[in-house]
């Protein structure tokens, strides 16, 4: 089914802080939308949020997505939804190997109510074809199957697997947040090429890239910016608005967002 | 031979006369009978031990039957194997054709006098095995030893007694296993390893004792020169166990590598006891103990790591880690580490006790894992190091489904 991801008035706060002071916005199908803006302007309480992290408190407003108030929802029903968020700090989980991980993922994601498990359950050749091919595409050695997730992962190592988990769970509309944070030239136009071959693959998927820096979107294209500073969207504009950031910094909008 | 246990005595009807009699009819050698004897008095004249964290109270012994003659031991036994020069079997039977092998190494690594309980173990051992490995003789296929017990109001008093001779490498499982108990019943197992030079075992020991089981154990292993050990255990069971394990490192170079894992639910206390002795030169030892407690459990690590002055060299590592699934479950962690020499390599300790973090939690239901089968996979993946070291697929994938039901 295809829908937008509609943020109406969002109002969220850490413990009694408010973040984010209404924020509305529209990310639809098919469309590559960035986010940009300074630190602790709340980018990523807006990821957070979206995918439920049960330490942010929503005080007003709606999130909508196909015909749900998903605020409503539980974070692994949010991504059952087709939700996906690729972390910025990725977690480890110990005697957990990536394999498994996905596997119980994906299976989770099929399980349907009222049949048995087994029968929704992706075959595990199957399974393991599409792990291996997904994993060569993003340079990933087939060894990475077998550790456990995220444990001694190298920075870039952690982002190249959120990446084969959205390959392999094929989300309909991904956040990513600060995914370009801590990687190298290199490791950032790999995991960049991962995505911009899985909105190929996928064209109905919605993307919502979350960054500081322009850097990150001369590999992913968006078309569409938006810039949140203070807890609010402030400006929007079409991708010549990460440019004009890149060049002039975050203080041009800063003031005219003053003298407004 | 399966004695009529109708006609077994009680706990309280033994006396040392009675003892004596029943290993003479077994046709026992002089010296087992006087050590049986010496042990039962120190029982009857000893106190009771005190446990801080061993709660005894609720334990009725007096009704309890003694399993004189007993025969609570299966043995998988391989014909391959007695051409190599391997002895199997029953303790019991290796009195018979092996008596002064088993003579030199029985009692010689847990001592009988340690407390009341270990004399009693002393005292009335009738079932376990006999294992001994040749020198320089490789057993490719693992060996497995369950100890089972008649029910309610019954003891079994095994006494497995494992012998590697230079160069010899193993692979044992023994597993303590019974159904729930409608009452209470009596485990005072021990295990003696013994490691020549340059020998490698791996012992994988499996508790899994049905509820009302009240379970007092003691396992030593005795570790040669360049000889490498390898011990996993898993404790699942028992409404009470009090297990004193120790590593000793006598031989220079000689390595272990110790695993444990502990899961108590409903009203279980669990109290795992491990001490790591290094005594040889450049010894090194590696231990990492995992505690999942939930209900009213509690579980106790007491453990302890000793260098002795003449262990030159040293690396010693203690991980011990709990995870409490329920508020209400408690669990205790008293590490002990005692440096006496001042030439260690290395020596560290990390410990860590909590909840389920929150934050792998969030993490895995953001991909679509409900929060219930998360908390599966994490109690799964926390032992995993441990259940990775069993031996046998259709092991781990039984005792996977012990700890999942339990979960």
New interface residues.
């Given amino acids: 089914m295809k829908s937008e991801l509609v943020i109406k008035d969002l109002h969220v706060g850490i413990e009694d802080k408010e973040i984010l002071k209404g924020v509305n916005l529209t990310v639809r199908p098919g469309t590559i939308h960035a986010i940009m803006g300074p630190n602790g302007s709340g980018k990523s309480t807006l990821a957070y949020t979206i995918?439920?992290?049960?330490?942010y408190t929503v005080t007003r407003g709606e999130i909508w997505y196909k015909g749900q108030n998903i605020l409503e929802l539980?974070?692994?029903e949010?991504?059952?939804l087709g939700l996906?968020?690729a972390?910025q700090y990725?977690?480890?989980?110990?005697?957990?190997t990536v394999a498994?991980?996905l596997r119980?993922?994906i299976n989770?994601?099929r399980a349907e109510e009222g049949k048995d498990p087994k029968e929704t359950a992706i075959p595990m050749a199957q399974f393991r074809k599409e792990l291996r091919e997904k994993m060569a595409q993003l340079g990933i050695d087939e060894a990475f199957a077998r550790r456990?997730l995220n444990e001694g992962f190298s920075g870039g190592e952690k982002k190249r697997v959120e990446i084969l988990?959205m390959a392999m769970?094929r989300p309909s509309m991904a956040v990513m947040d600060e995914t370009d944070s801590g990687l190298d030239i290199d490791a950032l136009k790999v995991v960049a090429q991962g995505v911009n071959s899985l909105a190929e693959q996928n064209p109905e998927m919605g993307v919502l890239v979350i960054t500081h820096y322009q850097r990150l979107l001369n590999y992913i294209k968006p078309h569409f910016v938006s810039v949140v500073m203070d807890g609010r969207v402030v400006r929007e504009g079409g991708p010549e608005l990460a440019l004009e950031l890149e060049e002039k910094g975050y203080d041009f909008i800063r003031e005219e967002v003053v003298r407004s | 031979m399966m004695t009529n246990i109708q006609q077994l005595p009680a706990l309280a009807e033994l006396s040392d006369t009675l003892i004596a009699e029943t290993g003479r009819a077994a046709g026992e050698p002089d010296w087992l009978v006087e050590r049986r004897v010496a042990a039962w008095r120190h029982f009857v004249q000893s106190e009771p031990p005190f446990w801080r964290r061993t709660d005894l109270t609720k334990f009725k012994p007096e009704g309890i039957v003694a399993p004189l003659g007993a025969q609570h031991t299966a043995v998988q036994w391989d014909e391959q194997l007695a051409a190599k020069g391997v002895v199997f079997t029953t303790l019991a039977a290796a009195l018979r054709d092996h008596e002064e092998l088993v003579r030199q190494y029985l009692g010689t690594a847990v001592d009988p006098l340690t407390h009341k309980f270990s004399a009693l173990h002393a005292a009335l051992w009738q079932d376990g095995v006999f294992l001994y490995v040749p020198k320089d003789t490789a057993l490719e296929v693992p060996l497995h030893a369950v100890v089972t017990l008649a029910g309610a109001g019954f003891a079994t008093v095994p006494h497995n007694l494992i012998v590697l001779d230079r160069g010899a490498s193993l692979t044992f499982v023994e597993e303590f296993v019974s159904e729930d108990v409608d009452g209470q019943a009596l485990a005072l197992p021990a295990t003696e390893l013994f490691l020549g030079d340059g020998a490698s075992l791996r012992y994988v020991t499996i508790q899994t004792w049905g509820h009302g089981v009240y379970q007092i154990g003691a396992q030593r292993a005795i570790v040669g020169r360049d000889a490498s050990l390898e011990w996993a255990a898993v404790n699942l069971g028992a409404t009470l166990q009090h297990t004193e394990a120790e590593t000793s490192l006598v031989g220079d170079g000689s390595h272990v590598n110790w695993v444990a894992a502990t899961f108590g639910g409903a009203d279980q206390a669990l109290l795992t006891a491990p001490w790591l002795r290094h005594i040889g030169a450049r010894t090194e030892g590696h231990m990492d103990f995992k505690t999942v407690v939930k209900d009213n459990a509690y579980a106790t690590f007491d453990g302890m790591i000793k260098i002795e002055h003449e262990s030159r060299g040293t690396v010693s590592r203690l991980e011990e880690h709990a995870l409490h699934l329920t508020p209400k479950a408690r669990s205790d962690s008293i590490p002990g580490l005692r440096i006496d020499t001042n030439d260690v390599l290395r020596a560290g300790h990390a410990s860590t006790s909590g909840e389920v973090?929150?934050?792998?939690l969030?993490?895995?239901?953001?991909?679509?894992?409900?929060?219930d089968?998360a908390i599966h996979?994490?109690v799964?993946?926390?032992?995993?190091?441990v259940l990775d070291r069993i031996p046998s697929e259709e092991l781990r994938e039984r005792l996977g489904a012990l700890i999942e039901a339990k979960i």
């Fill in positions: 995918a439920g992290h049960p330490g539980e974070p692994d949010r991504a059952k996906f968020l972390f990725p977690v480890a989980i110990p005697g957990v498994n991980f119980a993922a989770a994601q456990y988990q769970l | 973090d929150e934050e792998q969030f993490y895995m239901r953001s991909r679509g894992i409900p929060r089968e996979m994490i799964m993946g926390f032992f995993e190091p």
